[in-house]
């Protein structure tokens, strides 16, 4: 069995009480003690070097003690290149890992749409950000050249990895000893039964609080079900006033949405994907001014604008709207009820994706 290294931890005379007040204004900041638990937990793990026996297919699974939703957990590193644990957390995020499993074509903004969980990663100095460094130095970490040292993450739907906060460093630390516990599980009594069935893992139930023991139950989780698309809520004073202008209906419209790489954010502000909504003339291709939402809106939201805004720019209703898929339909059906435009799912959208290309190169994406 590898022995886990201990760090060498001389902590700071006067560490601040919480971490990252400043990346998490209005949110709870971790404290002290949380991070510092949660620093030794990582630290241990590391140590163990999980990923030479661990695969990212030999999830390990908890229940999170903050939403009481289910913790997906997984050891990067095999590959040599990432050396992480990662948990997602929730039926939306497990889905997510089992279609990235599956070899779908997804892009990273995919994953990020619909990714809620927490991580810790194992990096090296340079990849530090002055709140990582200020962390470790208040807990008496020795960062050396070519050492690596953890920094702990937390995904949202719709944002990129920031900085976590309170509940969510709770949630990663229960993710951590628990992984931990049934790797060295595993190490004692060499089981894969656990995952030898398509859908089954390993369930930790904690059993000693003190001593932080672990019932271990072999669970089945298929994967879910896609959610239902859940349309915006409409500006009803809006699509009143545009029924009242009694506009004639002529013409059809192509409509898209989609999450970009493009990053919305303020200084030390939770930097979120860009949500974009295009709308395009069918026959003519003229381009409408794509309506841009953060995480904050739903998609629903930003598609509505988008298409009320292509109607207020032309004075009349497109006796058709075009859409590429089920759920864009979905999202758009209250709003194309309420001012009488026909819905049509097509296999392809030419003038949406035209403008989509030049969109993206003139953003440099």
């Avoid at 999830?59 to 997602?88: M, N, R, W």
């Avoid at 008496?140 to 070519?146: D, E, T, Y």
């Avoid at 989780?221 to 699509?239: I, K």
């Amino acid at each position: 069995m590898p022995k886990s290294k201990k760090p060498a931890v001389v902590e700071s005379s006067h560490p601040p009480a919480h971490f990252f007040e400043k990346q998490l204004a209005g949110e709870e900041p971790p404290a002290l003690e949380t991070m510092k638990r949660l620093y030794e937990a990582s630290v241990k793990l590391f140590g163990f070097a999980p990923w030479e026996h661990f695969f990212d297919r030999q999830l390990v699974l908890l229940e999170d003690p903050v939403s009481k939703e289910t913790c997906h957990c997984l050891i990067l590193g095999a590959l040599g290149e990432v050396f992480a644990l990662q948990a997602y957390i929730g039926s939306e995020s497990y889905r997510m890992h089992r279609r990235m499993q599956a070899g779908e074509p997804l892009v990273p903004q995919d994953f990020f749409s619909a990714m809620t969980g927490a991580g810790v990663e194992f990096v090296m100095p340079s990849e530090l950000t002055k709140p990582d460094k200020e962390l470790l130095q208040a807990l008496g970490n020795p960062v050396k050249r070519g050492a690596r040292v953890p920094v702990f993450r937390a995904f949202r739907p719709g944002c990129q990895p920031w900085y976590v906060t309170g509940p969510e460093a709770i949630t990663l630390m229960a993710c951590v000893e628990a992984t931990t516990a049934m790797f060295l599980e595993y190490l004692k009594h060499p089981d894969t039964s656990y995952w030898s069935e398509p859908d089954f893992y390993p369930f930790m139930v904690p059993s000693n609080a003190e001593k932080r023991g672990y019932e271990i139950k072999k669970v089945n989780v298929p994967v879910p079900p896609a959610p239902v698309p859940v349309p915006g809520v409409l500006d009803e004073a809006r699509v009143k006033r545009l029924r009242e202008k009694d506009y004639v209906l002529k013409g059809a419209f192509e409509a898209d949405h989609f999450h970009s790489s493009i990053i919305m954010a303020e200084k030390n502000a939770r930097p979120a994907f860009a949500h974009i909504a295009l709308v395009s003339a069918a026959t003519s291709g003229f381009a409408f001014p794509p309506e841009i939402g953060d995480s904050s809106r739903s998609p629903g939201d930003v598609l509505a604008s988008a298409v009320l805004n292509a109607i207020e720019t032309v004075k009349f209703l497109p006796a058709e709207l075009r859409v590429k898929s089920s759920e864009a339909k979905t999202l758009l059906e209250p709003l194309a009820s309420q001012l009488g435009i026909t819905l049509r799912v097509v296999k392809l959208l030419p003038a949406i994706e035209s403008l989509k290309h030049h969109l993206l190169a003139y953003m440099g994406r």
